[in-house]
């Protein structure tokens, strides 16, 4: 596999809202090719993998004030930072179009959902004014950023303008 083994008390966190519904409670994540669930660390090197079929799974976790650093920034995969809130209602219709995104474009993005009530250093520090507020982050540094809420086929062109995806030399062959 290509992560370690850090499955520790940082995965698990998302949900609580009903949100969220390709991300299971306790870190696990279904694999869209075989089905198994796997129990995805929210902070690893590279991708990662179903344990089963060894295809790439979609990776989608969340962050906060206190794990940002480890689950973002020191990701080696680009990614895609939801910042989103429980009372918002785009965030509710966003939320399904990135888990789209995160299993279209599994082995190449993972997918970060930041509860800004829950995080308020990390909305302070990206002056976030709107949600869903939505940022690529890759080697740590904001590349793209959009606020407000937008279709699939919109958010898909964003972030592939971003990560230069698809064509990237994995696909190639
Ligand atoms: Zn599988």
Redesign the pocket.
């Known amino acids: 596999m290509g992560w370690s083994a850090r499955a520790d008390g940082a995965a698990g966190r998302v949900g609580g809202s009903g949100a969220v519904s390709a991300a299971a409670p306790g870190g696990t994540i279904r694999?869209p090719?075989?089905?198994?669930a796997?129990r995805v660390p929210s902070a690893a090197g590279g991708s990662v993998r179903?344990g089963?079929?060894?295809?790439p799974?979609p990776w989608i976790t969340s962050a906060g004030d206190d794990d940002f650093a480890e689950v973002v920034e020191r990701a080696t995969l680009p990614v895609l930072v939801d910042l989103w809130a429980t009372w918002c209602g785009p965030c509710r219709m966003v939320s399904p179009a990135l888990e789209q995104l995160a299993t279209e474009r599994a082995g190449h993005v993972k997918l970060v959902k930041v509860d800004v009530d829950a995080a308020p250093r990390l909305s302070q520090r990206f002056e976030v004014q709107a949600v869903p507020t939505l940022m690529v982050v890759r080697d740590g540094q904001v590349i793209a950023r959009q606020a407000g809420a937008a279709p699939l086929a919109a958010l898909r062109t964003w972030l592939d303008n971003a990560i230069g995806a698809p064509g990237t030399p994995d696909d190639r062959d």
């Open positions: 694999c090719h075989c089905g198994k796997n179903c089963n079929c060894h295809r799974l």
